[in-house]
Every structure is written in C-alpha cells, then in structure tokens.
C-alpha cells in the first residue's frame, strides 16, 4: 500500500539529493502493494482532433480513498498511432488529485480526425492496460457511413455483463450510454414465480447516500472484466439518468418526497461528484454544485448530429404522484417542463442547424406516449417519468421536430426494445428506438405477458422485444438503422448473441419498417 510515512520519506530524500521532488521517484519505482489501475481505463467525448482518456488510481478500491495516499500524484499518460505504441503522438502528465478521488481525465487533443488512437497510463513502475478510441471526421467532411453502440441499464445483481463483452468485440465509432450506470439500491431478495432464489451476485452495499458510498458502489461494477473492455475498447458518450442518485429523482425532488430538498439535494452532489470522477468527460462537467451541464451536441462530418440531453435536472416534478396510472390534471399543466428552459432553446437551435443529413436525440425517457394497459384497466395508463406525463413539452418537441429532416430518437431507461413513430397531431416527424437494458430485468424473454395489448393499442408501436443486450445503429445518407441486439441469457455465464430485429428509417417523410 502506498502509505503517508513512504510519500513524505521519498519527498525527504528527493529534497536532500537535490532532484526536482517526490514525482521523479515515482516513476522509477512501483509504490503499491496492488495494481493501482484496478478499475481500468477509458475514454469519451471525442472531438475530430482528439478525445478525452479517463483513469483512475484504485490500489484498494474499496478502501477509503480507494486506499490511496491523502496527496496529489502524478500520473504519466502516453497516445500512439498503433497498439504497440511504437509511434508515441501525445503524451504528457497529469495530477490525480484527492480531492476528485485519484481520477485523471486528460484532453488530448491535436491529432488527425477519423482515425483509432491507443492509450495507457503509468505511475511509478506501474503501467495501466491499453486503451483504444477514435476521433470523429472533420466538421463538415463527407461521411458515407457510421456505426455506432448504445447501451445502458445495467444493474449489477441483475445478471453478468455479457452483453459488454460482445460490445467490446464490434467495431464502432463509438458508444452512447444512456444511462443508470449504477442503481443505487441492492435487492433484499430475488424471486422466481413468487418464491426467493440466489441473486446472481449481489452489491456491497445496501443504499448509498454519501460521496464514498456512491465512488466504493462505481467501483464495484468497474471490478467487472467485461465492463472494463467495452469501456477501454471505445469511446463512450456518457450521461445520466435516475439511479445514478435515486430511482426516478428529478431537480432535488426526492422520489417520496420524504426528504426534504434541501437535504436531498446534498445526496446528488455526492452522486453528481462520484458520476464526474468514473466517467471519461471532460472538464467543463466538473459538477456545479449538485449540478452537471451534461448537454451537449457532437457531429459526425456531415453525416449526423446527435443532441444529447438531460431529462432529470431540471425536468418538473412527476404528475399524479408517479408511477404507472391514468392521467391526472398535472399531465396538462403548462408550465410543466422536462428540460428546462435552457436546455429546450438550446436543443431548438440545435435542431435548425442544416449541418447533418440525420438529426439525432439522444436521452433517456420514453417519448411516444404509449397506453400501457396490458389486463383490461379502464382508462388510458400512462408511464408518468416518462415524456407521456409532460403534455405540453412533449407537443412543444413535436411542433419542432415537424420541421426537422430525418429525425431519430435514441431512448433506454425501459429494460426492453421498443421502436415506433412520433406524432405531431397526425404526422409521423420521427422515429423513435429505445434500446434495452444491459442486464436489468434479468435474463427476460422474447416479449413480456401483455405485450400484445400493448402492439394492438399503440398503432405507432411497431415492435417490442423483453431480451437484454444493446443497440448498433449504421448510418448512410440514405437511411438510418438500429439493430436490436440480444443476449439468450444474463444469468449464468456465456450468453449467446444475436440480431432480434432491425428498425430501418429511410431518408425523407417518416418512416419505420421492421426486419
């Protein structure tokens, strides 16, 4: 273990021979009793001439300060142009500091656009494992193809992280998580047909309210192998969703409102500070506060433009109290909002630029307003933490999206795959797919009890499949497809994977076939 008595000897010796301090004896010799890069490496956000590279130093990582040292340390970074790093093209040195829980995120920029880099870190002797990502086109270059991931929901005790394994294996620009990359709670019991059975595994921690409950929860799910690959593999667009801090959470509004804001809102700047420090984004993410400005557009030459989004932050409380039920008062209200106001001009401006042949949302919550009645109810059942329960944004969006060409939507947050047609009145103005979850849910089937009634009530939805996995979407000037990719099983190791389905979207007046 690196302990305060070794760091303040080497900074001793250092003074007395004279050399420029501890960081020198560094890296001439390993500190650790362990691996330091235990939780591994990535990379996010990319740019035509560059990336960001995340680690962060872990030796114990569940130990408090991931057993690390009370002092800032440096952390030597090297990018090559091949995966020998025979040609080094960009390297430096960064502090990990204590205060952001030992995690380095470096802006590496300067390099040629459209092509894969590779990365690795050092400290001392000790070297982390190689990383791969890729810049993205020039702005404005003529594109004839993108390929890209979307992932996301991935409870831990919900089964093995297979479906990453796969990711890691395709060949992608890169990768967009939509969210709940931790959830915040632990199951006291796991059913089958009303009866206990053993979890898969089961999290360290039952409820997570403080900075290091939620920094010992993230580094449980990066001891994960698989989950570690897909992450060093490509470079990931990171946003958030609820279980980051609380199941359904939006502004400081607590789920039962049994908290106050105020005190709620101390609980997501913890969660907010643990999100920043385990993910590969850049420095004006750093939280404000309890406050993350996580939206942000990127362009792939001019080919495609992809809005990410925030629904949580400064989206209006939930109408009718929540849940799954019929719609109230409050689901009219027009003062509701899901984005706030800034980010909704933002998005706006966003969606009038004529820069890309496709335009791409990418979020979080469910935007076709589905019936989800499945056993005879009554009325109209809405998913109200869904875009269904916030009428006049939800119209708003559409009245925009009516004058936007080849319009997609990217959602997840369902635990299953969905793909349909968005309205403005009776015009179709976009197709919406909304990608399954990584692991939560469990092993799942191909369809769910009901999802008949739900097809047979819902004319916009034209699929739905209850497996786990992730999407790839393939993008040509002519037409945009997401390919609903899934695993047989999440429950015991090696799960199978295969194509389920393809929501294809032609260039022009809105369409969506499935195949």
Known sequence: MFTRRRLLSTGGAAAAL??????????????FMDNPFTLGVASGDPAPDGFVIWTKLAPEPFEPHGGMPLSRLP??????????????????????????????????SGLEADRPYWYRFKVGADRSLAGRARTLPRAGAAMSALKFGVCGCQHYESGL????????????????????????????????????????????????????????????????????????????????????????????????NEVPPAIFALRRQAAMQAWYEYMP????????????HANRRLTYGNLAAINLLDTRSFRSDQPCDDGFKSACPGVSDPKASVLGAAQEAWLDANLGRKDASWNCIAQQ????????????????????????????????????????????VLTGDEHQNFAGLLYDKEKPVAAECVITSITSG??????????????????????????????ICEVTPDA??????????????????????????????TTLEIG
């Not at 897909?230 to 969703?241: C, E, G, I, P, Y």
């Open 480 to 509: 945009w497809q997401t390919h609903f990719m899934v695993v047989d099983k999440v429950s015991t190791p090696g799960g199978k994977l295969s194509k389920r389905a393809t929501a294809t979207i032609a260039r022009g007046p």
């Open 365 to 408: 919550i469910m935007v076709m307003p589905l019936d989800r009645r499945t056993r005879g109810e009554p009325e109209k059942t809405l998913n109200l933490d869904s875009w269904a329960g916030y009428d006049a944004p939800r119209n708003r969006l559409m009245a925009r999206l009516a004058n936007v060409p080849n319009a997609v």
């Open 18 to 31: 004279g050399l420029a301090g501890a960081p020198a004896i560094l890296h001439a010799q390993s500190w």
């Open 442 to 471: 469990g092993d799942g089937q191909d369809v769910r009890n009901g999802s008949d009634k739900l097809l047979a009530g819902n004319p916009q939805l034209k699929f739905i499949n209850d497996q786990r996995g992730y999407g």
């Open 161 to 256: 992280y297979t479906a990453y394994r796969h990711l890691a294996q395709e060949d992608l620009a890169f990768v967009f998580h939509y969210g709940d990359f931790i959830y915040e709670y632990r199951y006291d019991y796991n059913y089958e047909k009303g009866l206990p059975v053993p979890k898969v595994r089961e999290h360290r921690m039952r409820a997570l309210f403080s900075l290091d409950d939620y920094r010992a929860h993230y580094a449980q799910y990066l001891t994960d192998l698989d989950l570690q690959a897909a992450r060093a593999r490509h470079v990931f667009l990171s946003t958030f969703d609820d279980h980051e801090v609380e199941n359904n959470w939006v502004q400081d509004i607590q789920q039962n």
């Open 281 to 292: 984004v850049r420095a004006s993410m750093i939280p404000q506060g309890e406050l993350i």
């Open 75 to 108: 952390v030597s970074w090297e990018v090559a142009s091949d995966d020998r790093f025979a040609t080094i093209v960009a390297k430096g040195e960064a502090m990990a500091h204590p205060e952001l829980g030992h995690s380095v995120h470096v802006e590496v």
